[in-house]
Structure formats: C-alpha cells, structure tokens
C-alpha cells in the first residue's frame, strides 16, 4: 500500500511538470524611435537670444 501511496503521489507531481506542454518563447521586436527633425532644431534659440543681445548692444 505504501509504495501504491508513493507511486499516486509521484504521478501526480510528474504529470504537473507537464500540464503546459512546450511553447516557442516570445521575442517581441525591438522598435526604434529616431527623430526626424533636422540637425539645426536646438540652435535657432540661442540664435534669437543672440540676435536680440546684438541688437540691443547695436542700439546704445
């Protein structure tokens, strides 16, 4: 009776391990975002600062 005991308890841990079956793991592909403003975005700022600095600097 014990090793009847033992053999129901191993079947049913065994049969556990295999409920899911093999399934081909998920690779999601890896999506780049690049910006597509042009090089000069970041420099018309500093662009106007200056120009208004110069313009004021011209006028005294």
Do not use: C, Q
């Not at 090793?3 to 999601?28: D, M, Q």
């Not at 890896?30 to 403003?37: A, C, L, M, N, Y």
């Amino acid at each position: 009776m014990k090793k009847f005991a033992l053999a129901a308890a191993l079947s049913l841990a065994a049969t556990g391990a295999f409920a899911g079956g093999y399934e081909e793991p998920v690779i999601e592909p890896v999506i780049v975002e690049e910006d597509t403003g042009s090089s000069m975005g970041g420099v018309w700022i500093p662009l106007l600062i200056f120009a208004v600095i110069a313009a004021a600097a011209a006028s005294n």
